[in-house]
Each structure stands twice: as structure tokens, then as C-alpha cells.
């Protein structure tokens, strides 16, 4: 059985006023059926010794929806109230006095913000909005103001008046909390806004219309009988807190790290040998960031530079993606097992873990359903964008404080803890900016361009909000600011800074992958996702058409909700801002130009691929379904139910991912396995592959990081300086002999080689310092092998399954 709404009565000694009450509430109900659809009316004699049972009965015969339950003796309003929500079947459950002090019709300011999202809505006269029609005396207000203050220290801080008695809950949340109370007087209020609290559950205060009624059953002993319960309360609250996760939540975030196991189950099979297939050259490059930096932090040198790579210039490590909040932490990890374990760890781990943190996030602020939420948090980790960047990727994979820092701004917003809140704003955010700052600069920029739409659709919230908000982020600012300064000095202004970087005039989305499906994705077709995008890591949106015409029917059906809105324009800003500067109208030849061009070349967003703009959608498309299969679950009509999983079921289907591929990994020499580079390299020297390492082919990272960081290379895959104007590139700043070696490794013809040629290398070489020249085998090694003979007048040496050229100091 289910039903759209139940108000719930208490009533003890109120004959003379139930009556009308009732008929109030039937006709104001009765007046829009649309409106409230199927509704019952509990009203629950708590041992009445007058005749408030017959008035009860006077009223059913008249409306059958309204029933009687009866307590054979007096046990006080919150004994009552759980007769009466217990024995509920109504969607929403609104309790309310018999006195009706708070009109019924401010039933619809509460109903609206359950539509938000809310799990309880409660009347409140400390509102700066309510209207007090009648006061109570003076005392009696003077008092009640006392134990709301004493309330919100010990129980619900925040909340400014919990005992008005107008409140409306999620009806399966409702009964939940009033199954585990156990306070049978006035205190009930406090002890269920508790557990709603303890739960994570969103309750909002709403100003209203309220007027006091003679007749209270409130004494003065009830004020101390209200302090005994507080006790009670604050000592069960303490239990609860200490209480391990439910199982359920450690049952969906079990499932999410089987999903990324699964689609890393080839990697794991064997990680010494694999390697992932689409990483380019990224899991060399990411090793290698996690090696140094355990080998940085045993050796107690500085974190943020290198001259492991790059030599003799180094690479300034702020100033590139080495994810320091956790590679640092990992160090003991990366020391014991390498940094292969701690690469395929933080992928995997970190996968679910953003997964975790996005279901806990929809499931505390938009949905109900556990099962909707989590899958949301699904979608939001998992999406075709996402696995994108899994394999290459982990401060794009690893957002897991995305969703903190989100859930810290909403309860700024909520105003109950400004200081906690914005200092711990400040240390989430300066965390993550030791896990990804691109990451972190999109997601302000999503949760902006949401805060802005859901103040245009809910001007009195934002009104509310923006104060507390505000001062929030300044305490967060200035928390986190004196924790990242000197790093992000460091990356900007220190040793191998660069102030942007190039990525072509491609990097935006084509309109059509937005609707395409990913190559790795159930029914994607790599031949034509690949020319969508940069490469196979950067498919930044490829969410199939089928989930954008279900997000759309879902924004159509619940526009009405000011969260929707905010959300569907959210999506579409960060779609058109991911098809960059210019837009290229599909089979045409048309260029438009895009919102992108606005901030293509200020501060920090220069250095944005702005296709992944795109990869803002994931959680929001993820919270669109989150709250079109809460309202599914909740729906009595089986039909509709089986349409809607159904048009779910289809629409996710297409852009399942498929476990990522992996190949077999290059070989690393015996020469530099076992050591015989020692023979070769003195210090302050360097090992120099042929050709230099850079991202196109960074083998040469893998050597290093494979056998304890012993000796320094040249060249790199980083991102450092070029140019009097120190502009960002991929790789080190070009040389003639590692621009030869380049050309030659991929199928250029080796030029006459005189004089000139030979001049040039040894000055480069004696500006790498170089100790040893080494080529392993590999395509056109040949033509490589020639092209250093004659550049250095003399062939080499093989030595350790390498060819060598000692070319040290005498």
C-alpha cells in the first residue's frame, strides 16, 4: 500500500478544537486533487480522557481517509507521533498540531522544498521570513528561545526552531527515524532532526505564517522533562556517531571497485609485463612521477624539482601532474612493491573511490533512493569520458574530493557552521590541489556556472545563502592559500616555470562527440571516435546520443524543479564552452565562433585542453538519472516503473566500458638491468638514450624508474620552458642531435653527415654531460646505429643487449 501524502495529528484532550483542525486540513487537500493526490489523514489519540476519539469518528464517517489510532494511556507527543508515522503509507508525511497554529496551507512552502531535493522541511518562527500573526507571553517565548539555544549546542546546531509543530518528511525516511526513537515527550522533535542529521539527510527551515493558540498542553515541567531528554540524546548521538558504515553503502562501494577492477584486470594479470594499450606513453611518464617522488622524499630532498630528467636543467615537478597528495603518502608503497603497484593502485582504488564519493554526494542532497544514487555516483565515475582518461590519466580519474569539496560548499550555503565549514573548505581544496589543480579549476567552473542558474531559478535561497557562502570562502581562502603558496610559487615562478602551454588548435570537441559513442565503449566503433578527438585519453565527451535525448526528456519532465534547471544549464554551458574558440558546424564548412574564445588566453585557462570542459557533464548527467530513477523507485504504477528502468537500461547500455587493453611492455636492457651503465657514468654524468626520450617515445623514463632512479637522462616526457618567452611544451626544449635522432627513429632518411654534424653533436652531448650513449633494439635501430657511428666517428659496443658509445670524460 502507498499513498501520495499522510498528515499525521497527535492529539491529547483536544475535543474541542479537532474538529474543526480536520476539516480544515480535508478541504484544503480536497480543494486541488492534482495537487496532493491520494492522501490519508492519522490523527492519534495519546489515552484522551474527554471525547477526542468520538470527534475523530464524527469526522471519518464523514471522510473515510480519515482514521483513528488510539494509545491506551498517555505517554506524551513523541509516543504518539510514532503510533502515528509508523502506521503511514504516504510518500511525504507531514505532522502537524492540533491546534493548527501554523495554517495547512504552508504546506506547499514545505512540499517545494522537498521538490528540491530535502529529505524534511520544517516550519520555523525564528525565521527572519516567518510571519508571527500572535505571540505567546512573554515568559513562554523567552523560555522557548533558552531551549532552542541549549537545543542547538547539544543536539542540532544550526537549526533555529526545532519544536514548531509543522514539519514535512520523505515518507520512508520519516518512518525510519521515528522506528529508532525512543523519546516519548516533547523532545521527539529534537531526536528525529537529529537522526536526520546523523544520516547526512538535508532538512531546510522555511519561513512561515504561525499564530498562537490557547489551549497549550505545554507546562512547566515539560521545559526540565525537555533537558533530561537533550541528556539522552546527546549520549545516544555519541554511539551513533562511533557506528560503522551501513551495509548497503559498503555493498555499492564494493561494486564499484569490482567495475574498476574489471576494467583493469589485464594490467593486474601481469605488472610486469603489461602495459595499457591506449596510455601512449603516460604509464612510463606516471611511474616515473611516482618513483622520483618516493625517491625525493626517502632521500629528504626537495619534492617540487628533478634532474632525474631532463638533464642537466631538470624539470620543475609543481609545474606538472605528479599528484604530491598522493604520491607522497604511497612513497612507503612505491619504495616496497615500485612504482608500477602504486600506478595500478592509485587507477584502480581511486576509480571507486570518486565513484564512492559522487554516491554519497546525490545521495545526501538530491535523492533518496540508495540504489538512484548510487547510480549516479556510476555514471559520474564511469563515464566514456572518464575511462578515457583512465588510462592515462590519474588526477583526472582520482576526483574523489570533488564531490567533498562540493558537499562543504552546500552546507556553507545551509549557514549552521560557517567557520568549521570554511576551514575545512580550505584544507579540502589545498588538498586537491596536490591532486590535480585543472581538475579542481573545472569543477569551480561547473559548480559556478550552477550556483549562478539556481540563483536565477531560487533568488529567496540565494538571498539566504549568499552570505554565509561568502564568508565561507574567504575563511576557506585564507586557510588554504598560506598551505599552497610557496608550491604554487614554486610552479609558476621557480626553476623550469613555464606560464602556458601549447595544445594546438584542436583541442576543443567537434559537436559530434557529443553524441557519438566512445571506441572503448559496448557499441563504439574506434574509426570513428578517434577522429573526435585528441587521442584515445582525451575522448572528453562521447556520451551517445541515446543518454542525451533521456537527459533531455528527464530536464523536460521535472523542469518544474529549480535543481533541474540549474543542472540542465550547467550541462549545456559545458558542452558548448568544450567545443572551444571555434566551432566547426558538422559537414560543413562553416566556423562559428565559440564561448571558449572568452577565456582562451586569461591566466590559468590558457593552459586548459578545453575539451575536457565536457567531462563536467558526468556528474550532472549522472544526477539527472539519479533523480528520474528516485521517482521511478517511488512510483506505485509498475507499468511506468518498467518504462522508465527500461529507457534507462538503453540509453546506458551503449556506453558500457570495456575493460581497457594492455600490450606487452618494450624490454629494458641488461646494460641498464644489471648495472653495466656503472661502468660508463661518473657523477655527475648522464646516461643519453638513442633517441632522446621524449612524448612520443619515453621508454627511457621506464629504465629509470624500473631500477632505483641511479642515473640521469636527458630529454623527457614534462612539461618545461621553450623559448625567451618560456612558453609550456611537452618534452624538453629541442636540440639539432635529438632532432635527428627523432626524424630517424620514425623513418627519415639519415643525411650526409659531415663536420658540422659532428661539431654540433659533441656540443650537445657536452652539454648533456653525457657519459654513455645507449641504443636498444627497436624500429629502424639500424639507421639509428649508423646515423651515431657517424656522427661520432666510431662504432659502438654491444653490451648488455645494447649498443653503447663511451663517450665520457677521459
Known sequence: MSTDLTVVVPAYNEERRLGPTLEAIRVYLGADPGRWGDWELIVVDDGSTDGTAQAVRAASAREPRI???????????????????????????????????????????????????????????????????????????????????????????????????????????????????????????????????????????????????????????????????????????????ARAPRRGDLVVAGLFLLVSVLLYHGLWADLDRRYLADSMQDQNQWEWFFAVTADNVSHLRNPLFTT???????????????????????????????????????????????????????????????????????????????????????????????????????????????????????????????????????????????????ALARR????????????????????ALPLVAFPLYWQFFGPQSYHSVLHGDHAGNSPLALLEFSGRSLFGDETTAD???????????????????????????????????????????????????????????????????????????????????????????GMLLAMACDRLAATPLRTDQLLGFSAVALALLPIVPTPLPTRDRAEVPAFITEGMWRDYVRDGESVVPVPLPDPGSADALHWQSSTGLGFHIPGGYFNGPWGPDRTGIYGASPRHTSNLLRDIRYGAQVPAIGPQWQEQARYDLTYWKAGVIVLAPQDNDAALHRTVQLLLGRPGKWVGGAWVWDVGRP
Open 531 to 621: 577522429p573526435l578527438a585528441l587521442n584515445r585519453t582525451e575522448q572528453n565527451a562521447f556520451y551517445g546520443w541515446p543518454l542525451i535525448a533521456l537527459a533531455f526528456a528527464i530536464t523536460v519532465r521535472l523542469w518544474r524543479h529549480a535543481v533541474v534547471k540549474a543542472l540542465a544549464f550547467t550541462a549545456v554551458a559545458a558542452a558548448l564552452l568544450s567545443l572551444g574558440p571555434k566551432i566547426r558546424i558538422p559537414y560543413t564548412d562553416v566556423i562559428l565562433p565559440g564561448p571558449w574564445r572568452a577565456l582562451a588566453h586569461q591566466p590559468l585557462f590558457e593552459s586548459v585542453i578545453e575539451g575536457r570542459v565536457a567531462i563536467v557533464c558526468a556528474p550532472v548527467l
Open 67 to 241: 482514521q483513528l489510532v488510539t494509545s491506551e494511556r498517555n505517554r506524551g507527543k513523541g509516543h504518539a507521533l510514532r503510533l502515528g508515522v509508523l502506521a503511514s503509507y504516504g510518500r511525504r508525511v507531514l505532522v502537524t498540531d492540533a491546534d493548527l497554529a501554523t495554517p495547512v496551507d504552508e504546506l506547499e512552502r514545505l512540499d517545494k522544498e522537498l521538490a528540491e531535493g530535502r529529505a524534511a522541511a520544517i516550519a520555523s518562527r525564528a525565521h527572519p521570513e516567518s510571519s508571527i500573526e500572535r505571540h505567546q507571553h512573554r515568559l513562554r517565548e523567552w523560555l522557548g528561545r533558552m531551549g532552542n539555544r541549549l537545543i542547538r549546542a547539544v543536539a542540532v546546531p544550526g537549526i533555529r526552531d526545532t519544536q514548531c509543530g509543522f514539519k514535512l518528511f520523505d515518507g520512508d525516511k520519516a518512518r525510519a527515524a521515528f522506528a529508532a526513537s525512543r523519546l516519548d515527550g516533547w523532545g521527539i522533535d529534537v531526536e528525529i532532526l537529529q537522526f536526520f542529521r546523523l544520516q547526512g539527510w538535508p532538512v531546510e527551515e522555511v519561513p512561515v505564517r504561525w499564530a498562537h493558540q490557547a489551549g497549550s498542553k505545554v507546562g512547566p515541567a515539560d521545559y526540565v522533562g525537555v533537558l533530561g531528554e537533550l541528556i539522552r540524546l546527546k549520549a545516544r548521538a555519541v554511539r551513533l556517531r
Open 308 to 454: 632525474l630528467q631532463n638533464y642537466p636543467d631538470g624539470v620543475n615537478l609543481m609545474a606538472n601532474t605528479v599528484m604530491l597528495g598522493l604520491s607522497v603518502p604511497l612513497t612507503p608503497v612505491t619504495l616496497a612493491f615500485g612504482p608500477t603497484v602504486t600506478w595500478a593502485l592509485v587507477l584502480t582504488v581511486g576509480l571507486a573511490a570518486t565513484a564512492v564519493s559522487w554516491y554519497r554526494l546525490i545521495g545526501k542532497w538530491l535523492v533518496r533512493n540508495r540504489w538512484a544514487a548510487a547510480l549516479g555516483g556510476a555514471v559520474a565515475a564511469f563515464a566514456p569520458p572518464m575511462v578515457s582518461h583512465a588510462n592515462a590519466h590519474p588526477n583526472f580519474v582520482v576526483l574523489f574530493m570533488i564531490p567533498v569539496i562540493t558537499d562543504r560548499a552546500l552546507r556553507l550555503c545551509e549557514g549552521r557552521h560557517v567557520v568549521r565549514d570554511g576551514v575545512l573548505l580550505g584544507l579540502f581544496s589545498a588538498y586537491q590541489i596536490f591532486l590535480g589543480e585543472e581538475p579542481l579549476l573545472l569543477a569551480a567552473m561547473g559548480m559556478l556556472l550552477f550556483a549562478l542558474s539556481y
Open 460 to 479: 529567496d535561497a540565494a538571498r539566504t545563502a549568499a552570505r554565509p557562502l561568502l564568508k565561507g570562502l574567504g575563511i576557506g581562502a585564507a586557510v
